[in-house]
């Protein structure tokens, strides 16, 4: 069945590391279709879109230099990143959870003729020996996902090489006090900012069908520090002019009030 159509309600209740990837995996598995059929022409068959405000990387240069780079996408989806990122010259290795969500990463690797190496695994414990790339970067992919995303920082310190950089988008946390709406309803701030109870989808037997975790603009700070990385930048996109796409909570009325995404860009030492 669908978790989707399972789903029942929602609620705020802890969410530990193994109902988290438990729900995740499920969700995505079967969300995998129905995603890239909303959402697949937005993000592109082979390219590096960070976040629904439709900052590009190649536009950006959050990540720096890539051409000859080994690097490494947590959360990679259908992998468009790990493609783009392929024909401008770097040696990406796609990972995500879901294989769901891989078997569209390998089917986009059939049509377009971008092969990545993709590795079904998750976050939290990374099959790959230290400093074993020169950058890492995830596009909504992992982080909120995972009751432990500190150790997703620790993970990605220990696999990159020092001078390498770990860039990560995610929701904006102070949207975390609104709700879930694109339209005025979500102009109102109704939750606190300082609740880190999860928010949970459950089905009719109260289990666990979807997960998100929040975390404070503090908390992001302290789990890159903590990680022993360097933070050099917190991005929050601006909504452009002339965007009149709707994705989720995302719209053009949210968007030109208060920012959607922040992206932290971290460097190893």
Known sequence: MNPADDAVGAARRP????????ASRRWWDAEADA?????????????????????????????????????????????????????????????????GMLGHAAAAAARTGIAVPLVQTDATAL?????????????????????DSAQVMREVARVLRPGGRWVFAVTHPMRWIFPDDPGPAGLVAQMSYFDRTPYVEIDGNGSTTYVEH???????????VGAGLRLLDVVEPEWPAGHEQVWGQWSPLRGGLFPGTAIFVCEKP
């Not at 010259?89 to 959870?97: E, I, K, S, T, W």
């Not at 790959?128 to 950058?135: C, E, H």
């Not at 929040?214 to 890159?224: I, K, Q, S, Y």
């Open 15 to 22: 969410s530990d590391a193994t109902d988290s990837a438990r």
């Open 35 to 99: 995603y890239h059929a909303e959402h697949g022409a937005f993000l592109g068959a082979a390219d590096f879109v960070w976040c629904p405000e439709g900052l590009r990387e190649g536009a950006a240069g959050l990540l720096g230099p890539v051409a000859g780079r080994r690097v490494l996408e947590v959360g990679c989806g259908s992998a468009p990143c790990a493609r783009w990122l392929t024909s401008v010259g770097a040696h990406p290795v796609a990972v995500d959870l879901s294989a």
């Open 214 to 224: 929040h975390r404070t603009l503090g908390d992001r700070v302290r789990e890159v």
């Open 127 to 147: 099959p790959f020996a230290a400093g074993s790339f020169d950058l890492a970067c995830s596009a909504f992919g992992a982080v909120p996902f995972v009751s």
